[in-house]
C-alpha cells in the first residue's frame, strides 16, 4: 500500500479538491476548500494540479504516518507542523520517507489548513469531485469527515518539484478586518437606514459558524418582508433571518432557500472570514461588482505572478 | 399561452451571479418559463456558466468571471429574454409515484384530516387526484418541492420539527408537497410513504424526476409497497 495511515483525525478534517460544479440542479452544494487561496497554495507548492485532492483541516489536531515516500506541505492557518516531533516551516514543501510522523497542531491564528502531497491523496469522485459534504453525505470517505483508522491513498512515488512561498507572500489571518459585500438580490427591501446601519455596525462571528454559513451577531438588520419565493442562493450570499442577524453562506449552503438577502460576499473574503474563529470582529465594505470583478482578475494574475522559491 | 416578458427583472445576486426574477407567485406558466431560460442560456452561454438553480419564479446564473462579465450575461439573458414570450408551454415528463397512505407511513394523516374536517380517505384523494409540477429541487440532494396541493389539505409546518423524518416520507407543508429523498431533520407534515428513490448517486439518472415535470401519487396497498422494496423507517 502506498499512502498515509490516520492515527489522529483532528478535530474536523476533510477531503477537498476545488469543489462541485454543475449539480446545483439536483440539490448538490459545491462543497471545496473554504479557502481556496491556500487551498490552491498548497498545491502549487508541490507541484499538482490546481484541482488535485488534499486535506481541509478545521482547527488543528491531525496526525498522520507516511507509508510513502513523497513531499507535503500544509499551507493555510498557523497550524505547528511538526515531522517526527521536529517543527517545520510551513508553506513549504518537505520531503517525507515511509514511516515518519506528521503532526499538524492546533491554530495560534487562523482556522482552516490545507495538507497537500505530491501527486495528490487519490480518492474516488462522486458527481465530478472528492469534495467532502457532511450534510449530504456525498464525497470523500462515505462523505464523512476523516476519522480514526482511515487510509489516504496515493500515486506511487513520482518527481515532484518542491517549493517554498517567501514570507512576504503569505496571507494573514488577522482578526478585525473589514470585508467587501456587493448589494445585490433583495436589497430593495432594506431600507437605506437599514444598509447603513449594515454597512457602518460591527458584527461578530458567533459560535454557529460552519462551512455551511457563518452567523454573525450585532446591530439588527430588518428588511420590509419576511420571506420570499425559495430562490438560488449563490455563494456568499448573506441572508436575513427574522431575528435581523446576519448570515453569509459558504460552500456547503443550500443550494435555494427563502430568506431576504441584502447582498454577497466576495469569495476572496469569505476565504479571509473562514480564517476567523468565534468571538472574531467583522465589518462590511460595500463595493460594486465592476470592483470586484477587477478584484478578482487582479488576483488571478497575482497568484500567477507570484514565483515560490524552489526548495529541491 | 405566453406572458409578457416586460415583467422579468434581472438583479445582481454576487460577484459571479445574476438572477433573473420572472415574477413574484407560484405559477405554472412561469415556472415553464424558468424551464425554457435554462435550456436556451445552457445553448447561448456556453462554456460561461459555472452553474444555474432554477426556482418556482426565478433563475440563479452563476458565471466564470474569468470568461465574461455580467453585462455580457446581462445582454445573453435578454436575448434569451425576447425568444421567450413566443414559445409554447412546454410540459414535462409525467411520472407516476406509488404511495402508501396511512396512520402508520404517516403519522400527520389524521391531524390533518382533523384540522381540514375531512376523513383521511378524502385527503388521501385529494393530494392523489392533483397533478403536481416539480418547481424547484434544492433543501436537500434529491428534495423535490412540489405544488400547488389543494388548499383543502394545505397545513402549516410542524411547530416542533422531527429530528428524523424516514426516506421516501410523503410531505405536506403549506401549499407544498415533497418526498424525502432521505432521512432527514424536517418539519413538514408526513402523510405516507413512496417506495421509489427520489436521489440515488449510484443510479444514473439520479433523480427519478427534474423542474418542469409533472408528478401524480397512485395509492398502492401495504402488500404493493413492501413489494416494491418499500421500508417503513424509524420516525422520531
Known amino acids: 500500500m502506498s499512502g498515509f495511515k490516520v492515527v489522529q483525525p483532528g478535530l474536523m478534517t476533510l477531503i477537498q479538491d476545488a ?32 484541482n488535485t485532492t488534499a486535506l481541509e483541516i478545521s482547527f488543528g489536531g491531525l496526525v498522520l504516518e507516511a507509508e510513502t515516500d513523497a513531499q507535503i506541505v500544509l499551507a493555510g492557518a498557523e497550524m505547528p507542523l511538526k515531522i517526527n516531533g521536529i517543527e517545520q516551516d510551513r508553506w513549504h514543501a518537505h520531503k517525507i520517507k515511509a514511516g515518519d510522523k506528521i503532526e499538524v497542531g492546533f491554530s495560534a491564528q487562523g482556522a482552516r489548513a490545507y495538507l497537500a502531497v505530491s501527486g495528490g491523496f487519490q480518492v474516488a469522485h462522486s458527481f465530478s469531485s472528492s469534495a467532502t459534504v457532511t450534510r449530504e453525505g456525498i464525497g470523500g470517505f462515505t462523505g464523512e469527515k476523516l476519522q480514526q483508522g482511515d487510509y489516504l491513498h496515493c500515486q506511487a512515488p513520482v518527481k515532484h518539484k518542491g517549493y517554498r512561498l517567501p514570507e512576504q507572500h503569505r496571507p494573514d489571518y488577522a482578526d ?3 470585508l467587501r459585500v456587493i448589494t445585490g438580490y433583495q436589497q430593495h427591501a432594506f431600507s437605506d437606514y437599514q444598509k447603513r446601519l449594515f454597512f457602518s455596525s460591527e458584527y461578530k462571528v458567533t459560535d454557529r459558524a460552519d462551512r455551511m454559513g457563518y452567523r454573525l451577531a450585532g446591530p439588527e438588520v430588518k428588511p420590509s418582508f419576511d420571506g420570499i419565493l425559495s430562490e438560488g442562493i449563490c455563494h456568499g450570499a448573506i441572508q436575513i433571518p427574522a431575528d435581523g442577524q446576519p ?14 438577502k441584502i447582498g454577497s460576499m466576495i469569495a476572496m473574503d469569505t476565504a479571509r472570514m473562514a480564517q476567523l474563529l468565534p468571538g472574531s470582529r467583522i465589518s462590511f465594505d460595500e463595493i460594486t461588482i465592476d470592483d470586484a470583478h477587477n478584484l478578482h482578475c487582479l488576483a488571478h494574475i497575482r497568484f500567477n505572478n507570484t514565483e515560490p522559491e524552489s526548495v529541491d | 399561452m405566453s406572458i409578457a416578458t416586460d415583467q422579468i427583472r434581472i438583479e445582481i445576486a454576487g460577484e459571479n451571479a445574476l438572477i433573473i426574477y420572472f415574477g413574484e407567485k407560484t405559477d405554472p406558466r412561469v415556472s415553464s418559463q424558468v424551464q425554457q431560460a435554462v435550456t436556451i442560456l445552457e445553448t447561448e452561454l456556453s462554456g460561461k456558466l459555472i452553474d444555474m438553480v432554477p426556482s418556482y419564479a426565478s433563475l440563479l446564473v452563476i458565471y466564470d468571471q474569468l470568461a465574461t462579465d455580467h453585462l455580457e450575461i446581462r445582454s445573453g439573458i435578454r ?49 392523489s387526484e392533483m397533478e403536481y409540477r416539480v418547481y424547484a429541487i434544492g433543501f436537500a440532494p434529491g428534495f423535490a418541492y412540489l405544488g400547488e396541493v389543494d388548499e383543502r389539505i394545505a397545513a402549516p409546518r410542524l411547530s416542533t420539527p422531527r429530528t428524523r423524518v424516514p426516506r421516501g416520507a410523503i410531505a405536506i407543508a403549506d401549499r407544498q408537497t415533497a418526498v424525502y429523498p432521505a432521512v432527514s431533520p ?21 433523480m427519478p424526476v427534474q423542474v418542469g415535470d409533472r408528478i401524480r401519487f397512485n395509492p398502492i396497498s401495504r402488500d404493493e409497497f413492501f413489494a416494491l422494496g418499500g ?3 424509524e420516525i422520531r
Request: proline fraction near 7%; hydrophobic fraction near 35%; charged fraction near 20%.
Open chain 1, 19 to 50: 469543489g462541485r460544479f454543475g449539480h446545483h440542479r439536483i440539490g448538490l452544494t459545491t462543497g471545496g476548500p473554504l479557502d481556496a487561496l491556500a487551498f490552491k497554495w498548497a498545491n502549487r507548492l508541490v507541484d499538482n494540479p490546481m
Open chain 1, 176 to 178: 478585525n478586518i473589514t
Open chain 1, 247 to 260: 448570515i453569509v453562506l459558504l460552500n456547503d449552503r443550500q443550494t435555494i432557500g427563502g430568506y431576504p
Open chain 2, 79 to 127: 436575448k434569451v429574454l425576447s425568444q421567450l414570450g413566443e414559445s409554447d408551454n412546454r410540459e414535462g415528463n409525467l411520472v407516476i409515484l406509488p404511495a402508501y397512505y396511512s396512520t402508520e407511513s404517516g403519522p400527520d394523516l389524521e391531524a390533518l384530516a382533523q384540522r381540514a374536517d375531512l376523513s383521511t380517505e378524502e385527503v388521501i384523494k385529494i393530494h
Open chain 2, 186 to 206: 424536517g418539519g413538514w407534515n408526513l402523510i405516507g410513504l413512496c417506495p421509489t428513490r427520489m436521489f440515488n448517486p449510484e443510479a444514473d439518472p439520479t
Open chain 2, 231 to 233: 421500508e417503513l423507517g
